[in-house]
């Protein structure tokens, strides 16, 4: 037998996504409608992280990120939802949330810090753009 090692193997994200998703499949939720929401939510997460891990450019890896950050929140939501209503254990609610929590912290981190060098960049062209101002001014702000 082969073992592939595709891109979305190598990813932590991934496999948290993928534990999600057998975690919410066995909180065994009654309500059809909201195990199929559940379901699907999970199924997303763990495509899009899948997804991310295929993508090349930052910007489209914290789109992916930020998608599938939002599914395993509405994936966690749903079950704990079942639960407050009583189509579900609340003894698989746990297990549900310790991963979603996971999934959320290991997603974040990628897409802030693409926002936040971003803004990093921004600020140092400002300040640069600012001070070559004040140099062809004959500003002399701060000198003795």
């Known amino acids: 037998m082969n073992n592939f090692q595709l891109p979305h193997?190598?990813?932590?994200?991934?496999?948290?996504a993928m534990k999600l998703l057998e975690a919410v499949r066995e909180s065994r939720i009654r309500d059809c409608h909201l195990r199929d929401q559940a379901m699907r939510a999970a199924k997303s997460a763990?495509?899009?992280?899948?997804?991310?891990a295929g993508r090349v450019t930052r910007a489209?890896?914290?789109?992916?990120?930020?998608?599938?950050?939002?599914?395993?929140c509405e994936a966690c939501a749903a079950?704990?939802?079942?639960?407050?209503?009583?189509?579900?254990?609340a003894e698989?609610?746990?297990?549900v949330l310790v991963l979603g929590d996971r999934f959320v912290a290991m997603t974040t981190a990628p897409t802030q810090s693409a926002t936040a060098l971003g803004r990093t960049?921004?600020?140092?062209r400002r300040l640069l753009t600012a001070r070559e101002a004040s140099r062809s001014n004959g500003d002399s702000r701060g000198r003795s």
Not at 60 to 72: H, L, N, P, Y
Not at 92 to 95: I, Q, R, T
């Open 9 to 16: 193997h190598k990813l932590q994200a991934y496999g948290v």
């Open 46 to 52: 763990a495509l899009n992280a899948a997804e991310c």
């Open 60 to 72: 489209d890896k914290g789109r992916c990120f930020t998608i599938a950050r939002a599914e395993a």
């Open 79 to 89: 079950v704990e939802i079942a639960v407050a209503a009583g189509d579900a254990s």
């Open 92 to 95: 698989s609610l746990e297990a």
């Open 121 to 124: 960049r921004i600020s140092r």
